[in-house]
């Protein structure tokens, strides 16, 4: 029997073909099993292209409808070089003339000079209390007090750190003083060119009239002599600034603050002073936030039809009378939260109570207006208007206290259903997962059945190719023989 190496080679029967035919026919199953796979997974990909677009629309939403945003100002300083603002929640609209006569300032105390940082001057408790002065008078040439009064901050604690002979010279102390941050003040060492150039500058961490330094020292002399500082006693470091409060007047009336930084001096804003001179401050109502937020809205909108009408698209082609569908052409699911968002949007808002002229209820009355296509549009010129001449009016149709009126309020509600884990797009996507787990099972149980019978087929092919094949040489020996014969019989 010849070797069969190709399926009908022996035979010179078309097997091959004919296995090939019989594969196709039975993969017809399985092949629209696969298409079925390949057509839920473009609808759940189309989900999630929808969620994302609701979820952005639905931050858009919630935005407007946050009565805080209504509620903002901008502040404006007429002299930046004199101060800036920022304005919270609480701010209201208004004008201020401010005037900075004094910035805050922190207290910085300098010591005797030594020629050498490095040299040993003693050991002992330093101790820091923070307070303030009272009385007396300055000599503004040695930078000490005579006659005053200190008196420590109650409300601060009092903070020492020990010196030994591990940081007990100019660069130690320093270093020791830096590491403790609960001393409130920063060490430096300042060379001012003189035969004992090294000074040992204290500065306080902390601005304000409240924030002088008394120093106490137990321990060697040399480390008193160069440390401890009473502004009411004895004075052995100089006062290079003085601790001294922000001082200003809001429309005449005198505030004064420890800090440059300056809240509540007018209401909801904070003030941050950069030097002395006048500033009028405005406040006014910061439609432009408005304004964006409204534009954001529409914007979103328009992406969540775009998306959803390329994920609804139906195509025929009239010459090939063919045609092609998106994933989501006629999903009901698309289709019901599509009807609730347009339902949502037309539906009037309750007007506002005891507001001037006509009461805004509908979009459209602001600008904001649907268009032939099913997208919506901004009429700048309108909004602005609007947000200018009834800012209230405008809050009233977006938002309010409650949640349950006002078009962004009633919408980042229906949205949030929508996305949630028990909304329409869930249990869509949860249906479909659960179909490809069964679609999965039946394509396995599928290929198993048409891999056995494309076996036994090829299995059948093959002893069919031998079989013919052995028939035809013993049919080819018959023939050669009897021609033999034939042959010599003449």
Request: glycine share 8%.
């Amino acid at each position: 029997m010849a070797l069969v190496t190709s399926l009908g080679s022996a035979s010179g029967l078309p097997l091959a073909t004919l296995l090939s035919n019989i594969t196709v026919a039975e993969n017809a199953p399985l092949n629209a099993l696969t298409n079925q796979q390949t057509a839920y997974n473009s609808k759940l990909s189309a989900y999630g292209s929808i969620q994302s677009a609701l979820s952005a629309l639905q931050t858009a939403a919630a935005q407007l409808g946050n009565p805080t945003l209504f509620q903002s100002v901008a502040p404006t300083s007429s002299a930046p070089a004199v101060l800036n603002a920022t304005a919270g929640t609480t701010a209201a609209s208004g004008s201020y003339l401010v005037n900075v006569s004094q910035l805050a300032q922190a207290q910085s105390l300098a010591t005797p000079g030594v020629a050498n940082t490095a040299t040993t001057i003693g050991s002992g408790t330093v101790t820091l209390q923070f307070g303030s002065i009272s009385g007396g008078t300055l000599d503004p040439v040695t930078g000490k007090y005579s006659g005053a009064a200190f008196t420590a901050d109650p409300t601060r604690a009092a903070a020492s750190i020990t010196i030994n002979s591990s940081n007990s010279s100019m660069a130690g102390i320093r270093d020791a003083i830096n590491q403790n941050k609960a001393l409130g003040v920063t060490a430096s060492i300042v060379n001012d060119g003189s035969s004992t150039p090294n000074r040992l500058v204290l500065t306080s961490n902390a601005t304000g009239a409240t924030s002088v330094m008394r120093i106490s020292v137990s321990g060697d002399t040399a480390l008193s002599n160069l440390l401890a500082n009473d502004p009411a006693g004895t004075q052995n470091m100089q006062q290079t600034v003085e601790a001294k409060n922000a001082q200003m007047t809001v429309n005449g009336i005198a505030v004064t603050s420890t800090s440059n930084t300056v809240k509540e001096a007018v209401q909801g804003v904070t003030m941050t002073l950069t030097g002395t001179g006048n500033s009028t401050l405005s406040l006014q109502t910061n439609t432009a936030s408005v304004q964006t937020a409204i534009t954001n809205f529409v914007t979103a909108y328009n992406s969540l039809q775009t998306v959803s009408k390329q994920l609804t698209a139906f195509t025929a082609d009239a010459n090939s009378h063919s045609y092609s569908q998106a994933p989501l052409a006629g999903d009901s699911t698309l289709r019901n939260i599509q009807m609730q968002i347009r339902d949502t949007m037309n539906t009037p808002q309750p007007p506002l109570a005891g507001s001037n002229g006509a009461p805004l209820t509908m979009m459209a009355q602001i600008g904001v207006t649907f268009q032939a296509d099913g997208t919506m549009a901004v009429d700048s010129t309108k909004l602005t208007a609007a947000l200018n001449s009834n800012l209230s009016g405008v809050q009233n149709l977006f938002s309010s206290a409650s949640g349950k009126t006002g078009v962004g309020s009633t919408m980042s509600t229906l949205l949030t259903s929508f996305t949630a884990s028990n909304g329409p797009l869930k249990t869509a996507t949860n249906g479909l997962n659960s179909s490809l787990k069964t679609l999965a099972a039946q394509m396995t149980s599928t290929q198993s059945v048409i891999s056995t019978t494309i076996a036994r087929y090829t299995k059948q092919f093959t002893d069919l190719d031998s079989l013919v094949a052995s028939m035809n040489q013993t049919a080819n020996y018959l023939t050669q023989q009897f021609a033999a014969i034939d042959g010599s019989s003449k």
